[in-house]
């Protein structure tokens, strides 16, 4: 692959490990990856708060005990089906921050509270309280509980004003206990989207802390006030009263991320590796061999607030737009001058890392001179 001057990439040069991996592909720069965790690490114990990473970026038990070994004090996951395939991969604090009201997901949430430290389950309803109280008395067991509150997302979480009268009727059921509050707003102010992702977090740390001062003075005892993402985590951690944020997407860092300002391209540790299996340079065109079924598509292009072009940013052709996807191809629309040709190979940087490991079997971690494969154990958990 040749470059013009109107095309320069500050990438590194690409491993020599990587040229025995079949593309498309997810390659992991482990370096970078700890890099990442250090410094989550050491911004929560300077705030004074707890870091429970959200494993939906990874989903593998292995990354989530690197987290807990740099200072984590647990995980967050989104189903069911992932707390169980943390804890059995040896990870014994879990927090499943999504409200359960099937029977059939308390029970499993039970089983898993049964053999593991610390269980904590969300709840955002009175139906859904009364089923968990009604279902851990049937195990004869307790449950921990955090109600989720809506600071604005509209998405699951008992409305901020409701809240309160909620608190109190949680507490008064028998086998559950309210231990404390949670919410995931991310980049919103206002109601709006935003990219000053200080006055978000800060935001949102006031609100919930503000909250829980109700709570307890209405006798309810709530201990913790669990908020922020990735872009706000470090904003809503200096809040006196915020106890624990919830961020995800550190471990790797992506191009929304380098967006917000809260990393650097460097920092970025994860990327798709693919081949140019189709070039026209007169015509500015390239096609890679990975598409829809490879890059998510949930972050699309020139919305608010960060205006991303194309679905990922192409470390050996920064100038490169990748502007469309079909299943199995991408195609880039490059600069001039710029020479893909068929067989070279680029890294690209997706615009939502989380949902793109999602669609992966496996990544490949690049562990200084060797590449290790490892499975995405809580792939496609979804129940």
Do not use: W
Not at 22 to 32: Q, S
Not at 83 to 100: H, K, Q, S, T
Not at 303 to 317: D, S
Request: aromatic letters at 4%.
């Amino acid at each position: 692959m040749t470059q013009s001057q109107g095309s320069t990439s500050t990438a590194q040069p690409m491993h020599p490990a990587l040229a025995g991996l079949e593309t498309p592909c997810i390659v992991i720069d482990a370096a970078v990856m700890d890099a990442n965790i250090a410094q989550a690490a050491q911004m929560a114990q300077q705030a004074g708060v707890k870091l429970r990473p959200h494993a939906k970026t990874h989903k593998m038990p292995l990354i989530a005990k690197k987290q807990i070994e740099a200072g984590a004090s647990g995980i967050t996951v989104a189903k069911v089906s992932e707390a169980e395939i943390m804890a059995d991969g040896g990870i014994d604090d879990i927090f499943i921050a999504y409200p359960l009201i099937a029977e059939s997901k308390i029970r499993r949430a039970i089983g898993v509270s049964k053999r593991i430290a610390n269980l904590i389950v969300g709840v955002d309803s009175e139906e859904g309280a009364r089923l968990l109280s009604r279902v851990a008395i049937s195990e004869g067991h307790s449950l921990q509980v955090r109600l989720e509150i809506d600071t604005g997302l509209r998405r699951t979480g008992v409305p901020y004003e409701e809240a309160l009268e909620l608190a109190q009727y949680i507490h008064s059921l028998d086998s559950i206990q309210l231990t404390g509050i949670y919410t995931f707003r991310g980049a919103l102010l206002d109601g709006k989207s935003t990219k000053d992702i200080e006055a978000a977090g800060k935001a949102e740390g006031l609100m919930m802390v503000e909250l829980a001062e109700r709570i307890r003075e209405a006798g309810v005892p709530v201990q913790d006030v669990s908020v922020g993402s990735s872009p706000t985590g470090a904003f809503a951690a200096t809040v006196p009263g915020v106890t624990e944020i919830r961020p995800g997407t550190y471990v790797f860092q992506d191009r929304m991320l380098v967006e917000f300002g809260t990393c650097a391209l460097e920092q970025c540790a994860a990327y798709v590796l693919a081949t140019v299996v189709t070039s026209r340079p007169e015509e500015g065109h390239a096609v890679i061999d990975g598409g829809s079924k490879t890059f998510a598509t949930d972050v699309q292009p020139n919305t608010n607030p960060l205006q991303l072009r194309g679905f990922g940013h192409v470390l050996e052709a920064p100038d490169a737009l990748l502007e469309r996807l079909s299943e199995e191809h991408g195609i880039l629309r490059t600069a001039p001058g710029t020479s893909l040709a068929p067989g070279d190979r680029v890294r690209v940087i997706p615009n939502h890392i989380c949902s793109t490991i999602n669609l992966h079997n496996h990544v490949y971690l690049l562990e200084e001179d060797r590449v290790r494969q490892l499975d995405v154990a809580a792939r496609g958990m979804l129940e």
